[in-house]
Every structure is written in C-alpha cells, then in structure tokens.
C-alpha cells in the first residue's frame, strides 16, 4: 500500500511572527477521516557548518539558549535569510560567529528538524582549512565564545553525549564515520 497525502481543508495563522509562524490546518486523511485541528510551526531553512582550521581544530562555540536554561556546546549555526542560497548563508554565518573564513566547503547532508510538526530544512555544511580573518560579527542577541577544539576531543565530547543539539549531532557523527 502506497502512502497517499493529506487534503488540507483549511489553514489558519495563529501568529506571525519573524521567528515564529504558527498555523492550523483542518486536514483530511486518505481514508476520510477529518482532523480540525493539526498545527505546523513554519521556519525559514536554517544551516549549519563543522569548520576545521588550518591545523585540524574543529571550532565550536558556547552559547546561551535561553529556551533549554543552559550554556550550549555547538557548532556554527543560522537561519538562511529570504532570497540566500544554502552555502551564502554557511559562510555568513561562520564569519559572522567566530571571524573565520575561506577554505574548501562541501554539502554533507540535509535533515528536517521535525517533519511531523516543521516545515524547514537544515543544510549541514563542512567547511575545511578556514582561518580567522575578522572579529565576530554578533547579532545583539547573541554572546559567543569560539573554542578551537581538537578533533580527538570533539569526537570524545560526541561519544560521552556532551552536544545537546540534535541538529549538530547529525551531521557530527556523519563527519567522524566519513573522515579520516
């Protein structure tokens, strides 16, 4: 039996907002059962980058998240801005958050963070051999401290469940199984 879609009936905004986008969707299934209610948090793509130095260290940051109540351990990350093509916004991003550019970049995967429930992708990007040419760039809400980490320890770190983000734990583990 082929997995068929879903009918929206209807669709209405609850909020939004730059950051929050939140609608209801009265929807039929393929088997006409009829749900009034089924809720989709719609966000801009967003992307993230494992950036290596020149001398092999990945960089990692810490960061307040004030929804989880704790400093983070991550790697680069952000939202792709309306009209940006995936790479523009990594290599923003990266210079925006830790002052580093250049270097060899390469799409490693692309994930959904809740397709149940989102409607956005993030594109994961590896970014080789950059170095730091710029001071960070911070948006106002932002405060991060830039930890070149090596190798070794980031994969340590992964192993004992020190990266929280599931967004970043993806792409990490694909890096260390398809890196030397």
Not at 129 to 137: C, F, N
Request: aromatic share 8%; hydrophobic share 40%; glycine share 6%.
């Amino acid at each position: 039996m082929a997995i068929k879609k879903w009918k929206t009936l209807q669709s209405d905004y609850l909020i939004k907002r730059p950051w929050l986008t939140a609608r209801r969707d009265k929807v039929e299934l393929p088997n006409g059962k009829v749900f009034d209610e089924f809720y989709v948090l719609e966000f801009p793509d967003w992307v993230n980058v494992i950036a290596e130095d020149r001398e092999g260290n990945i960089l990692l940051e810490h960061q307040w998240r004030h929804a989880a109540g704790e400093v983070s351990t991550e790697i680069c990350a952000g939202v792709i801005e309306r009209g940006e093509e995936p790479l523009d916004a990594a290599k923003r991003e990266l210079l925006e958050e830790t002052g580093y550019s250049g270097g060899k970049w390469t799409n490693i995967m692309t994930i959904m963070p809740n397709p149940g429930l989102m409607t956005n992708r993030c594109h994961c990007f590896l970014a080789t051999g950059v170095e730091r040419v710029s001071g960070q760039h911070l948006d106002e809400s932002e405060d991060i401290e830039v930890i070149p980490t090596p190798r070794s320890e980031v994969l340590a770190m992964l192993q004992a469940g020190e990266f929280r983000q599931a967004l970043m734990v993806a792409p990490l583990w694909k890096y260390f199984a398809t890196t030397k």
